[in-house]
């Protein structure tokens, strides 16, 4: 099985702040990398998938990168509103699709 | 608009049954992949299941053999059906759409929480 290495597991930043969350897959997994966002009570949002690539209404502050072994998201000046916890999913292996193990975003 | 909502989610004894529902509107199940995913308090995302547009099913190795996912065309809503749930299957479990080629979870319900607890 393919396993996902996010961090930081946490992270405070204040508002206006370049965010970085990386994730490491266990082995080679081209661009099949997608990055959700979830809010308490919220459905889970799809942000960035195929690694880079912006899901439609997505704010341009929010991006993704890497391919192979080792990806990152930012978020380039961070707003109130992107309080939540983010993951990174594979998606090489399907159906055996893997979270990475999610990281709790707060404002300072 | 696209949109999910979970239904069926309860307190059931450690052993017990518990069928979920995830009715869906603005798209047809029966031409998607179709998933479950849940996440344990305190937890991170766990993939359960997927029932590909064509019928093929497949499970995490931590439910098969005790969790059966299903469709019905006729009213547009996917389920899993849980039986000998297991203290460990308590779990907000969301159903999500795999968008595009399938390979994205596009759309997601708000979820429903299922505790296994005596």
């Known amino acids: 099985d393919i396993q996902m290495t996010q961090s930081p597991s946490s992270l405070s930043a204040s508002v206006g702040d370049r965010v970085t969350i990386t994730c490491q897959a266990s082995q080679d997994i081209s661009n099949h990398l997608n990055w959700y966002q979830l809010r308490p009570g919220k459905a889970p949002k799809l942000l960035i998938y195929d690694a880079s690539k912006k899901e439609t209404g997505v704010p341009s502050r929010f991006s993704g990168s890497g391919s192979g072994t080792d990806f990152t998201f930012t978020i380039r000046s961070l707003q109130p509103e992107d309080i939540a916890t983010y993951y990174c999913q594979q998606y090489d292996n399907i159906p055996l699709y893997t979270f990475g193990q999610g990281t709790k975003l707060e404002i300072k | 608009e696209v949109q999910l909502v979970e239904s069926g989610g309860g307190l059931v004894q450690p052993g017990g049954s518990l069928r979920l529902s995830c009715a869906a509107s603005?798209?047809?199940?029966?031409?998607?992949?179709m998933n479950w995913v849940r996440q344990a308090p305190g937890k991170g995302l766990e993939w359960v299941s997927v029932?590909?547009?064509?019928?093929?099913?497949y499970y995490a190795d931590s439910v098969k053999g005790r969790f059966t996912i299903s469709r019905d065309n006729s009213k547009n809503t996917l389920y899993v059906q849980m039986n000998s749930l297991r203290a460990e299957d308590t779990a907000v479990y969301f159903c999500a759409r795999g968008g595009g080629d399938g390979f994205k979870f596009d759309c997601w319900g708000q979820g429903t929480l299922v505790t296994v607890s005596s």
């Open positions: 603005g798209f047809t199940v029966s031409s998607n992949y």
């Open positions: 029932i590909y547009s064509g019928g093929s099913t």
